[in-house]
T-cell receptor, first 112, second 110 residues
Framework: DTEVTQTPKHLVMGMTNKKSLKCEQHMGHRAMYWYKQKAKKPPELMFVYSYEKLSINESVPSRFSPECPNSSLLNLHLHALQPEDSALYLC???????????FGQGTRLTVV | QKEVEQDPGPLSVPEGAIVSLNCTYSNSAFQYFMWYRQYSRKGPELLMYTYSSGNKEDGRFTAQVDKSSKYISLFIRDSQPSDSATYLCAIQTSGSRLTFGEGTQLTVNP
């Protein structure tokens, strides 16, 4: 069982679509993360929320828009994506001063 | 120089072998070190977490940190086919930022 739940597991969207990825955790993580992972590559950090405030934005294009409605939820809004944005999008929660991260199973996104 | 370096392999071993996976890092100020296991098409799973030099053991897994050499290792004893996965080292490099190595793809052959 994972402490972090992501929906949907799979998503196919056209370049003109708007969609959202959702992430939920109930373990009291104070930090939540979005990572992007391409095939055979390590996860790349996109955004970090700390206490529901955006603390790190890794110069991600504006077609990706994060949102943290409360301490349990994290969304990633997608608009006008490109085929090269196809990847596994991972949400993670962190707890403790060390911020070790616990990952969800990811959303596999395909942009057509 | 990359902050975290890991040999991507691939690494193939027979069942029962001892596996050694390694990463080096650039900044002696880094304190928190993690190993993740990732099966194909799944999210990374936290295996081991250490914050000091020395060894930490959990079942068949041992994590080792050598801060003087800026070198971390993961050893898997009595490797099983179910251990076949990609192993990623990760280091907290600043604030809430985790930086990953490239990952080593491991295959354990029956």
């Amino acid at each position: 069982d994972t402490e972090v739940t992501q929906t949907p597991k799979h998503l196919v969207m056209g370049m003109t679509n708007k969609k959202s990825l959702k992430c939920e955790q109930h373990m009291g993580h104070r930090a939540m993360y979005w990572y992007k992972q391409k095939a055979k590559k390590p996860p790349e950090l996109m955004f970090v929320y700390s206490y529901e405030k955006l603390s790190i934005n890794e110069s991600v294009p504006s077609r990706f828009s994060p949102e943290c409605p409360n301490s349990s939820l994290l969304n990633l809004h997608l608009h006008a994506l490109q085929p090269e944005d196809s990847a596994l999008y991972l949400c993670a929660g962190g707890r403790g001063g060390s911020e070790r991260a616990f990952f969800g199973q990811g959303t596999r996104l395909t942009v057509v | 120089q990359k902050e975290v370096e890991q040999d991507p392999g691939p690494l193939s071993v027979p069942e029962g072998a001892i596996v050694s996976l390694n990463c080096t890092y650039s900044n002696s100020a880094f304190q928190y070190f993690m190993w993740y296991r990732q099966y194909s098409r799944k999210g990374p799973e936290l295996l081991m977490y250490t914050y000091s030099s020395g060894n930490k053991e959990d079942g068949r897994f041992t994590a080792q940190v050598d801060k003087s050499s800026k070198y971390i290792s993961l050893f898997i004893r009595d490797s099983q086919p179910s251990d076949s996965a990609t192993y990623l080292c990760a280091i907290q490099t600043s604030g809430s930022r985790l930086t990953f190595g490239e990952g080593t793809q491991l295959t354990v052959n029956p």
